[in-house]
């Protein structure tokens, strides 16, 4: 989910595990400035980013980030890709041996969460904007470019939640590695 806590998971496995953090938001955010020179998620990320999937695969983003990590593999133990938001992606990650991991929140505290972090142009979103621009990526279609929070988060295969302090949640992502072998 937006704003959940995907890149403090990423940032963790990162900085403790040597893995690659790749964000397939970032790529949308370069492909978008690149068409639009603007990264304003309401129209232009949601746009770019359904764009690229209808004209390139449903999985385009995952492969992307993929790509990017096999440029650099030998020097990390694995991958994290993080910002998943259509189906195609979720099974290009299984495709990929890969485990899918859902990190969530209540939507308030996502909410504040994004407007603290001052991103973009997200300190102007009211609340409701922030549950109707949600509400555009939760339930799709059911084919590999439609934008459906709510499908991949059934095709997880663990669900992290993120309710507690910082240190409580990162403990939270140690114990997830631990449980899948992510070496040190």
Known sequence: MFASGKDTVADVLELEYQVLHVSTSDIVREKSMERHGSI??????????TYFRKEYGG????REAYKRFLEVEDKYHGVVITGLRSLGE??????????????DAPIEVRYERMIGRKR????????????ASEANERAGGDEDASFNIDK?????????????????????????????RIAK
């Open 40 to 49: 304003e998620r309401n129209p232009y990320l949601q746009e770019t980013a």
């Open 152 to 180: 991949i988060a059934e095709l997880a295969d663990v669900t992290v939640e993120n309710v507690g302090t910082l240190d409580e949640f990162k403990q939270k992502v140690r114990d997830f590695a631990a449980e899948q």
């Open 120 to 131: 973009d142009q997200e300190t102007q979103m009211t609340l409701d904007e922030f549950k």
């Open 90 to 103: 979720v099974r290009a990650i299984h495709d990929l041996g890969g485990i899918l991991v859902r990190v």
């Open 59 to 62: 999985d385009y983003f995952a």
